[in-house]
């Protein structure tokens, strides 16, 4: 499986993550940054986020460099806090195909209010 980014000079955001083979034995794997930014849809103005995504893998793993770049992405776009976890929680599911995934969001307190937000793989009912 080769990797489509690591060892490559990026320069622009990419809409989907590269995947590692999962070695056995592996139970969950977590990936965090608090370096995501977007912009309100109704205002224009800039929200900070942190993203933590957690995971059982299947097959495969996200490769960190595609996350990177996959979560700059959100920096040129407009979208509310509820709709960027659902988007990289399919994006996951899309790419990797996780036996479960979790995406949590926090946007930095903008007017005194912070919003977290989760989405989940299998949708718990």
Known sequence: MESKYLGKTVT????????????SGLGSVTLTSDEVSSSCPITGQP??????????????CIESKSLKLYLWGFARRPVFAEAMAAEIRDRVVADIVPMTCRVTTLQKPRGGISIETVAEYPNPE
């Open 47 to 60: 929200d900070f986020y942190t993203v933590k995504i957690e995971y059982r893998p299947n097959e495969r």
């Open 12 to 23: 622009e955001p990419v809409e989907e993550l590269d995947a590692i083979p999962a070695p």
